[in-house]
Protein backbone atom coordinates (compact mmCIF):
# COMPACT_ATOMS: atom_id res chain seq x y z
CA UNK A 1 0.00 0.00 0.00
CA UNK A 2 0.87 3.75 -0.75
CA UNK A 3 0.74 6.65 1.58
CA UNK A 4 -2.04 9.07 1.42
CA UNK A 5 0.25 11.95 0.78
CA UNK A 6 2.38 10.01 -2.59
CA UNK A 7 1.23 11.53 -5.65
CA UNK A 8 -1.09 8.67 -6.39
CA UNK A 9 -0.98 6.21 -9.41
CA UNK A 10 1.68 7.12 -11.55
CA UNK A 11 4.33 6.89 -8.60
CA UNK A 12 2.51 4.37 -7.18
CA UNK A 13 2.92 2.28 -10.31
CA UNK A 14 6.46 3.08 -10.77
CA UNK A 15 6.99 1.78 -6.87
CA UNK A 16 5.28 -1.33 -8.22
CA UNK A 17 7.54 -1.65 -11.04
CA UNK A 18 10.83 -0.85 -9.39
CA UNK A 19 9.74 -3.39 -6.35
CA UNK A 20 9.02 -6.14 -8.73
CA UNK A 21 11.93 -4.93 -11.22
CA UNK A 22 9.69 -4.45 -13.92
CA UNK A 23 11.36 -1.47 -16.57
CA UNK A 24 9.56 1.47 -16.40
CA UNK A 25 10.33 5.45 -17.29
CA UNK A 26 8.30 8.36 -18.91
CA UNK A 27 8.16 11.57 -18.53
CA UNK A 28 7.84 14.10 -15.88
CA UNK A 29 8.20 17.99 -15.92
CA UNK A 30 11.23 19.65 -16.65
CA UNK A 31 12.77 20.19 -12.66
CA UNK A 32 11.08 16.92 -12.05
CA UNK A 33 8.25 19.00 -10.95
CA UNK A 34 5.17 17.49 -8.92
CA UNK A 35 2.60 18.70 -6.54
CA UNK A 36 4.47 17.34 -3.59
CA UNK A 37 8.08 18.67 -4.38
CA UNK A 38 10.48 17.12 -6.70
CA UNK A 39 10.33 13.88 -8.00
CA UNK A 40 12.72 11.48 -6.21
CA UNK A 41 16.06 10.67 -8.91
CA UNK A 42 15.19 6.86 -7.96
CA UNK A 43 12.44 7.08 -10.41
CA UNK A 44 13.55 6.64 -14.27
CA UNK A 45 12.36 9.65 -16.00
CA UNK A 46 13.05 11.81 -18.40
CA UNK A 47 12.27 15.88 -17.96
CA UNK A 48 10.37 17.24 -20.61
CA UNK A 49 11.56 20.94 -21.62
CA UNK A 50 8.26 22.39 -20.06
CA UNK A 51 7.19 22.30 -16.76
CA UNK A 52 3.98 22.49 -17.54
CA UNK A 53 2.11 19.24 -16.46
CA UNK A 54 0.09 18.82 -19.77
CA UNK A 55 2.92 18.12 -21.64
CA UNK A 56 4.55 15.08 -19.48
CA UNK A 57 1.00 13.53 -19.83
CA UNK A 58 0.51 14.38 -24.14
CA UNK A 59 4.24 12.88 -24.34
CA UNK A 60 3.86 9.91 -21.74
CA UNK A 61 0.85 8.85 -23.85
CA UNK A 62 2.36 9.46 -27.14
CA UNK A 63 5.06 7.58 -26.77
CA UNK A 64 2.96 3.96 -25.00
CA UNK A 65 0.92 1.66 -26.68
CA UNK A 66 -2.03 2.34 -24.53
CA UNK A 67 -3.33 3.82 -21.51
CA UNK A 68 -4.71 2.43 -18.39
CA UNK A 69 -6.40 5.46 -16.26
CA UNK A 70 -7.52 4.52 -12.44
CA UNK A 71 -9.58 6.43 -10.18
CA UNK A 72 -11.68 6.50 -7.38
CA UNK A 73 -14.59 8.41 -9.00
CA UNK A 74 -15.91 7.34 -12.28
CA UNK A 75 -16.07 10.84 -13.65
CA UNK A 76 -12.71 11.80 -14.75
CA UNK A 77 -11.93 15.26 -14.90
CA UNK A 78 -8.79 17.98 -15.40
CA UNK A 79 -5.70 16.04 -16.13
CA UNK A 80 -7.21 12.34 -16.23
CA UNK A 81 -10.11 13.89 -19.09
CA UNK A 82 -7.22 15.79 -21.09
CA UNK A 83 -4.86 12.30 -20.96
CA UNK A 84 -7.99 10.47 -22.36
CA UNK A 85 -8.46 13.20 -25.20
CA UNK A 86 -4.93 12.93 -25.97
CA UNK A 87 -5.05 9.14 -26.25
CA UNK A 88 -8.34 9.59 -29.01
CA UNK A 89 -5.83 12.46 -30.83
CA UNK A 90 -2.87 10.18 -30.84
CA UNK A 91 -5.19 6.96 -31.96
CA UNK A 92 -4.17 4.87 -28.65
CA UNK A 93 -5.96 2.71 -26.84
CA UNK A 94 -7.00 4.17 -23.21
CA UNK A 95 -8.91 1.99 -20.70
CA UNK A 96 -10.17 4.01 -17.35
CA UNK A 97 -11.13 1.88 -14.74
CA UNK A 98 -12.81 2.60 -11.81
CA UNK A 99 -12.03 1.50 -7.67
CA UNK A 100 -16.02 0.31 -7.70
CA UNK A 101 -15.29 -2.06 -10.60
CA UNK A 102 -14.70 -5.55 -9.34
CA UNK A 103 -13.70 -6.83 -12.29
CA UNK A 104 -11.09 -4.61 -13.06
CA UNK A 105 -8.05 -6.76 -13.14
CA UNK A 106 -9.82 -9.07 -15.78
CA UNK A 107 -10.48 -6.33 -17.72
CA UNK A 108 -7.02 -4.80 -17.70
CA UNK A 109 -5.59 -8.33 -19.02
CA UNK A 110 -7.83 -8.21 -21.62
CA UNK A 111 -6.99 -5.02 -22.77
CA UNK A 112 -3.67 -5.42 -22.56
CA UNK A 113 -3.42 -8.79 -24.64
CA UNK A 114 -6.45 -7.42 -27.07
CA UNK A 115 -3.95 -4.44 -27.70
CA UNK A 116 -0.44 -6.14 -27.28
CA UNK A 117 0.72 -3.94 -24.98
CA UNK A 118 4.57 -3.77 -24.42
CA UNK A 119 4.64 -0.15 -23.10
CA UNK A 120 1.60 1.08 -20.81
CA UNK A 121 1.12 4.69 -19.66
CA UNK A 122 -0.57 4.58 -16.00
CA UNK A 123 -2.39 7.69 -15.21
CA UNK A 124 -5.16 8.78 -12.96
CA UNK A 125 -6.42 12.29 -11.20
CA UNK A 126 -3.96 13.36 -8.12
CA UNK A 127 -3.50 12.40 -4.62
CA UNK A 128 -4.16 16.19 -3.82
CA UNK A 129 -7.68 15.05 -6.08
CA UNK A 130 -8.30 11.25 -4.56
CA UNK A 131 -6.36 10.56 -1.76
CA UNK A 132 -7.06 7.08 -2.18
CA UNK A 133 -6.70 5.82 -5.61
CA UNK A 134 -2.81 5.31 -5.10
CA UNK A 135 -3.60 2.77 -1.97
CA UNK A 136 -6.87 0.97 -4.09
Request: aromatic share 6%; charged share 30%; proline share 8%.
Amino acid sequence: MFPADKPARDRAALDWALTHKVECGGWCPKGRKAEDGPIDPKYPLKETPSVAYIQRTEWNVRDSDATVLFSVDPKLTGGSLKTMEFARAHNKPCLHLCLRDETAAEKLKAFAAEHRVTILNVAGPRASKEPRVGNS
